[in-house]
């Protein structure tokens, strides 16, 4: 199924309006790859087609269809290693002191695809930290994508799924096999919360995070657009909370406000005092 210029000029505008996500020019097959299962799935003879039908109708769901289908939503447990080290090494036991009066510990996983970072915080904190389980702990996991976010609330994955980055030891501690899936556990799956969110539209009322991770989709925004989120992540990570991007994502040259921690091998970002 082939692009013209015009359609793919018209998908481009559309996904960068509604998501942000920049999509380069001359990646024409991408768009190709990812538009033709929602051809087929339409009954429509081609992606021009389809294109017709976008621009026929107001924003719909059909809309929302194109543009989801247009995000990356590579993810996995333990997604680069050091930043969860960094959480049960250092950032949880200092929280668990500091919040030793409240006992409540708020983490968002802004951006957590099909739910695989939310939960590898679930497991290291009941894993590592038992005695967080008196404590009030809500983990929020918030994506653009419906349809990742209904993955992440069922909480299934395939074999090669939980064969990248969970330690055998983890898979057998804490999911159950469910048919060819293994399925995370409920009282881990309880822990989190999984709502729909964009970040680009206005936000709704979050509580104040002590965590934040927001890895891997600042890279899909202009200058203007990770500015505006560093701006508003500022205004719902408490204090002394930590930020988490991608390892290819930092703050600099973004938002003087925030300055760069350094744990061992991974780095989390915090608001300058
Ligand atoms: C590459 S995944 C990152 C998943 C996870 N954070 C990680 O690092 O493993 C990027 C995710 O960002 C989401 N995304 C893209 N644009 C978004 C937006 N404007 N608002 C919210 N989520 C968005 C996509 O749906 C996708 O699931």
């Excluded at 087609?49 to 769901?61: E, K």
């Excluded at 702990?137 to 939980?162: C, F, H, K, N, Q």
């Amino acid at each position: 199924m082939s692009l013209a210029v015009h359609d793919s000029s018209y998908v481009r505008a559309l996904v960068r309006e509604r998501s942000a996500i920049v999509l380069d020019e001359g990646k024409e097959y991408l768009l190709e790859s990812r538009l033709a299962p929602i051809v087929r799935r339409e009954d429509l003879d081609s992606i021009g087609d389809l294109v017709g039908q976008l621009r026929s109708q107001p924003f719909g769901d059909l809309h929302a269809r194109v543009v989801e289908a247009m995000t990356t939503n590579e993810t996995s447990f333990f997604r680069d290693a050091h930043p969860f080290d960094a959480l049960q090494d250092h950032i949880v036991p200092e929280l668990i002191e500091r919040r030793a009066g409240e006992r409540r510990l708020r983490i968002w996983c802004a951006a957590c695809s099909s739910g695989q970072e939310p939960y590898s915080v679930a497991m290291l904190l009941r894993d590592r930290f038992p005695e967080l389980q008196s404590w009030d702990v809500e983990i929020l996991g918030t994506d653009l994508s419906t349809e990742m976010l209904e993955r992440a609330r069922d909480g299934a994955y395939t074999t090669l799924e939980v064969n990248r980055g969970l330690p055998a030891r983890q898979l057998v501690q804490n999911f159950e096999q469910a048919g060819p899936m293994w399925r995370i556990k409920a009282p881990l799956r309880e822990m989190a919360e999984f709502r729909v969110m964009n970040l680009i539209e206005p936000w709704p009322l979050l509580p104040k995070m002590d965590i934040v991770f927001m890895r891997n989709v600042l890279i899909y925004f202009d200058t203007e657009t990770k500015q505006d989120i560093l701006a508003q992540i500022r205004r719902v990570l408490r204090p002394d909370g930590s930020l988490f991007l991608g390892a290819s994502e930092t703050t600099l040259n973004l938002d003087p406000a925030f300055e760069r921690v350094a744990y061992g091998r991974a780095s989390c970002y915090r608001i300058q005092s």
